[in-house]
């Protein structure tokens, strides 16, 4: 049984290798090295919709899924201060809708989504809520 299989139970929803994983009750998500990846629909019978990569500077290693979005951030490393970035990428459509580029780089696994917004911690120490 895939990750994938694992994560929903019984039902087998399709391969869809990546280095993060993120899921709720109607989507899987995996983001992959170069921070593309694939969201897998659970209602339309395990069909993948891939989302763009980034340039290889960035590397992913967080992923939040919320209501309509599947929230990414991770490191930006080609510079000599590394950097973090979060970005929304569209759950339907694997668009990405927006991105923010910050000082640090984001911790591993330093996202959580809550009422208030998207709660973001980074290697710095520093926390930040995006609303």
Known sequence: ???????????????????????NDKY?????QDSGGSIVALAKSGKAQGFPGVPRVYQATSLAICNNLLIQGGAILDQQKQRGFIRAI??????????RK??????????????????????????????
């Open 90 to 99: 569209g759950l339907e459509d694997g668009q990405v809708v927006w991105e």
């Open 1 to 23: 049984m895939d990750a994938l299989a694992a994560i929903h139970g019984r039902r087998s929803v399709g391969y869809s290798g990546g280095d993060t994983v993120s899921w």
């Open 102 to 131: 910050f000082d640090a780089k984001l911790a591993f696994n330093g996202l959580a989504v809550d009422t208030c917004g998207i709660i973001a911690s980074f290697d710095d120490g520093t926390v930040a809520c995006l609303k």
């Open 28 to 32: 899987v998500a995996t983001s992959n």
